[in-house]
């Protein structure tokens, strides 16, 4: 594992999926008829896992790796690692349009927790006492960032509005589709620790190839149940241009590059570095949305950044140099005292 490499790609793979609610509301046409948007993340999604797929075929095909990824043997978790990520992001785009921000980003990180969970019963990977402290960290500023704790004029509140919601109608719809998005993400990391040994370029291309798999079958089972919107049809020219930028940017480099991050860190580290996407989202929403931030936020941001940067500090600058110390103290000659 080169940690640095896996800390850089978590980071910008993180920043990239933060883009997806502003990029997703962008690229989605208003129903006129109701004044919200249509629900078609699942085929925003989808498009993402397609233009990844072929970019890093491309990639492939440049670095002459055809040979060697057509002597690749697939396997259970690079199937079910593929699937799972291609129908959280496909629930996930679909909760952004239908409840806010806030809730959708949430939801979805529930999964890096039950990633690091899934991690320590069946790969035995020990967390230590330092990730531990960052991983609550982060937690508590998830919470608190996302309005879980309200600071209000008869004090603390606590709780995550899950209840009907005039402005928003498709709101219980859209957290339910947000915490099946976390679900599937979870598993979707824990499946990225199997098979080191596939190289990135070719683990990449099965990725997007499942992922789009993945987020089209729930397009179907959408279509099929829900909601009919063909995406064709409502689409105009303004909202296919932002879905091009969605599908390159938290396409082929964020989804891309988590593949990369899930070969060099473990799973306690992705999980904590992967709440930069949290803060990244929320900023926007703030920005461009004009979605208001309290000070329990703002707090909650804080301690997020704290603790998704404690694993980067930690494993990147302080570890290697105890370790140098260490080494110098082992190979430096024991002074003798003088005889009295």
């Given at each position: 594992m080169n940690k640095k490499i896996g800390f850089i790609a978590m980071l910008i793979?993180?920043?990239?999926?933060?883009?997806?609610?502003t990029l997703g509301r962008l690229s989605t046409p208003v129903d006129p008829t109701t004044?919200?948007?249509?629900?078609?993340?699942d085929f925003l999604a989808a498009g993402r896992m397609l233009t990844g797929a072929l970019g890093f075929l491309l990639i492939v095909l440049l670095t002459k790796k055809w040979q060697q990824m057509r002597s690749t043997r697939l396997s259970f978790a690079v199937i079910a690692g593929g699937l799972s990520i291609g129908t959280s992001?496909?629930?996930?785009?679909?909760?952004?349009?239908?409840?806010?921000?806030?809730?959708?980003?949430?939801l979805i990180y529930t999964g890096p927790l039950f990633s690091a969970l899934l991690a320590r019963i069946f790969l035995k990977e020990k967390i230590r006492l330092a990730n531990a402290v960052c991983l609550v960290l982060v937690f508590l500023g998830m919470v608190m960032t996302v309005g879980l704790v309200n600071l209000g004029p008869d004090g603390l509140s606590f709780g995550l509005d899950l209840g009907a919601n005039p402005e928003l109608p498709n709101k219980t719809v859209g957290d339910l589709f947000g915490l099946g998005s976390g679900l599937f993400y979870g598993l979707a990391l824990f499946f990225y620790r199997y098979?080191?040994?596939?190289?990135?370029?070719?683990?990449?291309?099965?990725?997007?190839?499942?992922?789009?798999?993945?987020?089209?079958?729930?397009?179907?089972?959408?279509?099929?149940?829900?909601?009919?919107?063909?995406?064709?049809?409502?689409?105009?020219?303004?909202?296919w241009s932002w879905a091009v930028v969605l599908f390159l940017v938290c396409g082929l480099l964020a989804i891309g590059l988590?593949?990369?991050?899930?070969?060099?860190?473990?799973?306690?580290?992705?999980?904590?570095?992967?709440?930069w996407e949290c803060l990244v989202a929320l900023l926007l929403g703030a920005l461009i949305w004009h979605e208001s931030m309290t000070l329990i936020g703002a707090?909650?941001?804080a301690l997020i950044l704290l603790g998704g940067l404690g694993p980067i500090i930690y494993d990147v600058a302080l570890a290697p140099r105890r370790r140098r110390m260490q080494a110098e103290a082992e190979a430096s000659p024991q002074s003798v005292p003088e005889p009295g």
């Open positions: 793979s993180a920043t990239g999926m933060g883009l997806v609610g004044g919200t948007k249509y629900i078609t993340g992001l496909a629930l996930y785009v679909s909760s952004t349009l239908m409840t806010t921000i806030a809730n959708a980003v949430f098979r080191g040994d596939i190289p990135s370029e070719v683990r990449g291309v099965w990725n997007f190839v499942f992922g789009a798999v993945g987020a089209g079958l729930v397009m179907v089972l959408r279509i099929r149940f829900l909601d009919d919107t063909n995406p064709f049809r409502v689409m105009t020219r303004s909202n988590l593949v990369v991050a899930g070969k060099n860190l473990m799973a306690v580290e992705l999980s904590t570095t992967s709440y707090i909650g941001g």
